[in-house]
């Protein structure tokens, strides 16, 4: 069974919005509203050799990814078009550069000459496609550099690709870390390795079938729903941890493993559903936003939050009774162990 990542920002806004069809209407005229750019720096950027290797790389690119660069810009194409689209000599391109507007210098060369830039315009891409482009950008460059030349790949859409990727790639690592630091704080506290173990496993279940229902409902994870593992290893434990408690604390008392279950769920058990559903109402509110990404994400809490009620209610008393028998428990009324 296999959940979609939904990386594309846009993806995330309300669809109806000006905004949105501004950038789509401004898109359809300049061909792309991304890009990315390949900042390189040496001595002198403004040595023919190196100025050479701009031009040479501003119309490479286009012809190696002409499924995705829409058009390239750097100073070499811009000394071009200011000489009758011939590279001037080192004199020619002495004087444009004296002859220029400070600012729009400032768009492709820095003020020690040692540092310019390639800007790159390219379609809309969500994050895996962007991802790809320019680790195959990377490598292009790499591969076609001058050795004195120091060259990297950066740019918002660079930077928004990594963060977006991070969080969704993430997910499994963060809900791993999440239950294996709950183990040792518990292991710590308990000092008994089934009790520690006992509370995170309703919560595995609620995390497959959490995902479950992501699958069914066609929902992709976001950079929000990514966290929804971590989130709900902290709202679940919680409830878990309460049962387990009232539980030992009626074997103490010299219950049997059933009996004891009972009264725990008896006793505890309207505590954790006005927790939950203070919770679930809190998080109602995100399901009417027009934004998607919070919509999608307060639909998963309540999903989340319910699982988590049905399974300490239904699932750890089970567990509980179970596993009993590896847990001994002192009884009050004496020194002995109650088991069974």
Known sequence: MYTGVETDVETFMPQDTQELEDIHKLRDILGTTDQV???????????EKTLKWSEEMTNSLEQEFP??????????A??????????????????????????????FINEERNKSVINVGIKHL????????????????????????????????????EMVTALTTGR???????MGLVFLVLLLIYRHPIKAFIPLLPIVFIVGWSGGVMYLFNIDYTPLTATLGALIIG?????????????????????KSREAILTANEKIGKAI??????????????????????????M?????ISFALLSTIIVLPTILVILDRFVRTKSDKGTEFVTG
């Open 67 to 76: 499924s995705v660069i829409v058009d390239t810009n750097s100073l070499s």
């Open 37 to 47: 750019s390949i900042m390189y720096g040496t001595d002198n950027v403004l040595d």
């Open 235 to 255: 709202i679940g434990t919680e409830f878990t941890i309460l049962i387990m408690e009232r539980f030992y604390e009626e074997r103490k008392k010299g219950f």
């Open 172 to 178: 499994y690592k963060m809900t791993l870390l999440g």
């Open 273 to 298: 559903f006005a927790s939950a559903f203070t919770t679930i109402g809190g998080f109602s509110a995100l399901l009417i936003s027009d934004f998607v990404i919070l919509s999608n994400f307060g």
């Open 126 to 161: 969500e994050a895996e496609q962007l991802q790809s482009f320019i680790t195959e950008t990377k490598e292009y460059v790499a591969g076609n550099k001058l050795d004195d030349i120091s060259a990297t790949i950066t740019g918002k859409a660079v930077v928004d690709v």
């Open 78 to 107: 811009l000394l071009k078009k200011m000489n009758e689209g011939e590279m001037p000599n080192q004199k020619k391109t002495a004087d444009i550069i004296e002859d220029m507007p400070e600012e729009q210098l400032k768009l």
């Open 300 to 304: 998963m809490i309540l999903v989340n």
